[in-house]
């Protein structure tokens, strides 16, 4: 299938470079919706990587790329549940987007992403799975987790300690604070800082250049520097899981979820 | 060598880049407004406003600081506090 449009995200295939494009009110927050779509689109990914060499994730929305996991499905459908079973659902729902997020990270194709707004979360976890991460001067990237009595839990910390230096690991982790593109650029994350609105035009510049190389090179090349943590993938399912049954998560979902204050973003 | 900005001067290029950005008359600002009603915005645009800030005056400010701050005035301390 080289083009798909679904009601979170659509993808297609043009000249060699996918383009998967989140499209999801208000922020592409990451639900069940766009989890059954993301796994469309990963079982879409092999026969696509024989026909391409790029691909690239972006954003049609224009407050960012991703605002993270869907806490309000998360609160709601945990809600209707005994804590045992809310438990195995989120593990369910855990090892379903981390094959999601796997198969990016693995793709033989050079994946690249095309970020500005809000990064956050599971949205920064997303950018995380891809080799190259072009940002514009509005992104901002985000793990708030902790402000939930939570962990990042879409293979975010490992991918994290992976890509980036002790200080800025335990910074974005342990104060949930953000920060913008310029500092991502300077901590070796982002690789390309553009203006504003220009992250997608750069995207599809560098993957057409990356298409005069010799595919099985990049690929190789790719597998070379960037290993998958696997065992520290599943690690991370397990503390999540182990976190998630605490009365501070439902707390602090609950305090998210039904308030009216300006500033629930801000931890 | 660079010119040493007062408070007002700082507030000043805040309600300019604030005006701009969100598009509203600059006439309407003034440094004791709470930005969240003046401005119309949610915390994800003070967000983005705060990246703007940094942008304009080259410093990090963490978000956790901004905890409580709604108007211009506090937000030019906080600013100056990093130039």
Redesign the interface.
Known sequence: MDQFKGRALSWELNDGIVELALNREPCNEIGSMTLSELESFAGALKALEGEAHALIIYSQRSCGFCAGADLRELYCQSQKMARTEAASGVRRFLERIHRVMNAIDASPLITVAAVHGVIFGGGFELALACDLIIADKTARFCFPELRLGLIPGFGGIPRMKRDLGNAMVRDLLLTGRSFNATKMQQAGLVSQLVSEGEALHVARATAAQLKKFDRYTAARAKEFVKPIPYEELKQEIDLFCDLFTRPAVEAGLRKFVESTEAQPYLP | MCAIRTSDQTIDEILDLAAAHFKVSRERLTPDDDF?KTLG????Q???L???L??HFHI?L???E??GV?DFRTLASRIRSRL
């Open positions: 969240f915005i949610d915390s994800l003070a967000l983005d705060l990246t703007k940094e942008n990090e963490p978000d956790y901004l905890q709604s």
